[in-house]
């Protein structure tokens, strides 16, 4: 490996950890302004989305000119492959925490209405489905990415739990029918940033193997 090129690479590795750092804390934001209806937390959280956007289009140009210049070969080039695809994946990451922090917006301008379903345990799982595909990047940790994938049953355990809770509930509070129907919303939402996390810590596996594994059970 040349040494601008192992420069260039350990740059784009702290870019995409960066950005990782940034959709997490994301996240947690647009979970806690949903649990306490913080409307000024909720709204932080959506201002940020262009940062982030911009983050992932500079990571992918990144990408491209390695690639275009140096033309990597196999570790190396695994490397940026993978960085492009969970780039991606960290910008939708992004899009699903504002889609929540919109939703405690909305629920901000709603009666009060009691949270039906326990959002602390799965937006903490899926938020640790988050880090935990995160850290396996950073250390390169099969074990860990693996452990990602075992424990995105769990949070689709959660979901369908929380639907038949709201289904419930709504036959019996019909004046809380929109708020309700939001809250779903971001139970879904935080099952899909878990698949996310999924197919990061699947990103890994491949930067680490060689091995594709999606679609695999």
Not at 1 to 14: C, F, N, P, T
Not at 28 to 44: E, G, N, P
Request: hydrophobic share 45%; glycine share 4%.
């Amino acid at each position: 490996m040349s040494v601008h090129l192992q420069h260039e690479i350990a740059d784009l590795k702290k870019q995409i950890l960066a950005l990782g750092a940034l959709v997490e804390d994301d996240v947690s934001q647009a979970v806690r302004a949903v649990a306490q209806r913080d409307i000024r937390l909720a709204q932080s959280v959506i201002d940020r989305d262009s940062v982030v956007d911009q983050n992932e289009v500079g990571i992918e140009e990144e990408c491209l000119k390695i690639l275009a210049l140096h033309q990597p070969v196999a570790n190396d080039l695994r490397f940026i492959i993978a960085v492009l695809k969970l780039n991606n994946d960290l910008e939708r990451i992004g899009d699903l925490a504002v889609n929540i922090a919109q939703r405690a917006v909305f629920l901000c301008g709603q009666l009060p209405c009691d949270i039906p379903f326990n959002l602390a345990e799965i937006a903490e799982q899926t938020q640790s489905m988050l880090r935990q595909s995160l850290d396996a990047l950073i250390n390169l940790d099969l074990k860990l990415a693996r452990q990602v994938g075992a424990n995105d049953d769990v949070v689709d355990n959660l979901n369908r739990q929380s639907f038949e809770r709201i289904k419930g509930v709504i036959r019996q509070s019909t004046e809380h029918l929109d708020s309700l129907i939001a809250l779903l919303s971001v139970s879904r939402y935080l099952e899909r940033i878990a698949d996310h996390a999924t197919n990061i810590a699947e990103d890994v596996i491949y930067l680490v193997e060689g091995r594709i594994i999606r679609h695999q059970h």
